[in-house]
C-alpha cells in the first residue's frame, strides 16, 4: 500500500510564503495524477491544485492569482511532490494533504496521510 507523507507546513505571516513536500513510497508514484488538498476546521476537504503525470498543473480558483504555474511540482525520481505556496491570507489556514487521484479529483486512490499544518496569520 502507498503511503503518503506531507510536510513543511508551520506557522505564518500573512504575506508569506511555504513550500509543502508530499513524499510517496511506492515505484507507482510516476505514473499518478497527483493534488494537494486542504481542511480547514469546520469546512470540508477540498482541492487545491493539480499536476499530471506529464506534468500539467491547474489551480483552484481560491489560489489563482497568488500561486505560478510552477507552484505545484513533482520530482518522480524521488516520488516528492511539493506546493510552493506564497501570499499566503488567513482564508489558507487548513491541514494540506495529498493523494494521487484518477479521473474526478476526488476519486483519490491511497489512504490519506497525516497532512501538514497550515497557519497564516494575520
Known amino acids: 500500500q502507498v503511503q503518503l507523507v506531507e510536510s513543511g507546513g508551520g506557522l505564518v505571516q500573512a504575506g508569506g510564503s511555504l513550500r509543502l513536500s508530499c513524499a510517496a513510497s511506492g515505484s507507482i508514484f510516476s505514473i499518478n495524477a497527483m493534488g494537494w488538498y486542504r481542511q480547514a476546521p469546520g469546512k470540508q476537504r477540498e482541492l487545491v491544485a493539480t499536476?499530471?503525470?506529464?506534468?500539467?498543473?491547474?489551480?483552484?480558483d481560491s489560489v489563482k492569482g497568488r500561486f505560478t504555474i510552477s507552484s505545484i511540482s513533482r520530482d518522480n525520481a524521488k516520488s516528492t511532490m511539493y506546493l510552493q505556496m506564497n501570499s499566503l491570507n488567513p482564508e489558507d489556514t487548513a491541514v494540506y494533504y495529498c493523494?494521487?487521484?484518477?479521473?474526478?479529483?476526488?476519486?483519490?486512490?491511497?489512504?490519506w496521510g497525516q497532512g501538514t499544518q497550515v497557519t497564516v496569520s494575520s
Open positions: 493523494n494521487a487521484y484518477s479521473g474526478d479529483y476526488y476519486h483519490v486512490l491511497y489512504k
Open positions: 499536476i499530471t503525470s506529464g506534468g500539467l498543473t491547474d489551480y483552484a
